[in-house]
């Protein structure tokens, strides 16, 4: 059964002398226990405005927010914001996307890690600092009893992302949503980071949303992927499926984007032409299709059906690659 089932949600940003823009255009996606679902997609096609969508972390103004995002049969968006307060941090846990900027500059990290224990389990401090050191163990920080004294500047930047993922399980949470957890890290740091992932989804069964751009990261940690453009998801499928077999000309095109080890020697990447802001309202056709290298004359005429193949494949196109095109081999 799934935890989250998240239901054509929708979120319209209203602005001042100008048209609304819609940001998240009735995306739908499962999540269950122990499994973890990747959003991919470049920036601004609406993965990290999904993820705010959920946590009821967007505006109250000038923010429209539809659909349904139900987490354990109950109705996140129905609940008052104390409510969803409470939700967050016990039940719900995020790991934002710059460490730097999410963290307190002049509280000590030790602080920042205890007061959700203290919020949430209503320990007093005096026993929740212990807790706070041993989660900074668990995380893989060194000298866990010293870092609680001291300030986020004082941090690698690998450190910083270990005390925010402290900081998000500190309560247990039954789901996790990392938004570019590994953004600016070092590829070492990097695989440090999605090993703690990992471990974590395996050990306590939680369920797991990672939004990344890096396709690298969904081949390594994913078990569903959510390919997304403009505000709608393009692709769905398995993560050995999607890379073996990748059938939207926006899943082949970031597959083509990616650096390969076995690729000949002076091979030149392919990139995806234009930029995310050339596109079309999906009312009107698909809004990959002035970039789309296998757009047709109904791409900008009609907005394309969506189609469920076998094993609960989703594809969003009029003109789908052939299967024998871009073969990746993912781990």
Not at 25 to 49: A, M, N
Not at 193 to 206: F, K, M, Y
Not at 291 to 320: E, K, M
């Amino acid at each position: 059964m799934a935890l989250l089932e998240v239901r054509d949600l929708s979120v319209v940003f209203a602005r001042k002398g100008e048209p609304p823009v819609t940001a998240v255009d009735g995306i739908s996606f499962d999540v269950e226990p122990g499994r973890t679902v990747g959003l991919v997609g470049e920036s601004g096609c609406g993965k990290s405005v999904t993820s705010l969508a959920i946590m009821g972390l967007l505006p109250t103004s000038g923010a429209e927010v539809s659909g349904s995002v139900r987490f354990d049969g109950t109705d996140l968006l129905s609940l008052s914001a104390r409510e969803l307060e409470q939700r967050r941090g016990s039940d719900l846990g995020m790991v934002f996307q710059d460490p730097l900027t999410s963290l307190n500059p002049v509280v000590s990290i030790g602080l920042q890690v205890s007061e959700v224990i203290e919020r949430h389990r209503g320990l007093p401090r005096k026993e929740a600092m212990p807790e706070a050191e041993d989660l900074l163990r668990r995380v893989g920080i060194p000298d866990p009893r010293r870092r609680l004294k001291e300030y986020p500047h004082q941090l690698s930047g690998g450190m910083r992302q270990r005390a925010l993922i402290a900081m998000a399980l500190a309560c247990k949470p039954r789901l996790l949503i990392a938004d570019e957890p590994t953004t600016a890290l070092d590829v070492t740091i990097q695989a440090q980071i999605l090993r703690l992932l990992s471990d974590l989804v395996a050990e306590t069964d939680t369920a797991l949303i990672m939004i990344t751009h890096d396709l690298g990261v969904v081949a390594g940690l994913c078990d569903e992927v959510n390919v997304l453009y403009a505000g709608r998801v393009v692709e769905r499928a398995e993560r050995h499926e999607l890379f073996a077999r990748p059938r939207h000309p926006y899943t082949s095109g970031l597959l083509a984007s990616i650096p390969r080890l076995d690729a000949p020697r002076g091979q030149r990447l392919s990139p995806i032409k234009g930029s995310v802001s050339d596109n079309i309202p999906w009312d009107a056709g698909c809004a990959f299709c002035p970039r789309c290298p296998n757009a047709l004359d109904v791409c900008d005429q009609q907005t394309p059906d969506v189609s469920i193949d076998v094993g609960a494949r989703l594809l969003r196109c009029h003109n789908p690659m052939r299967e024998a095109q871009t073969p990746v081999e993912a781990p």
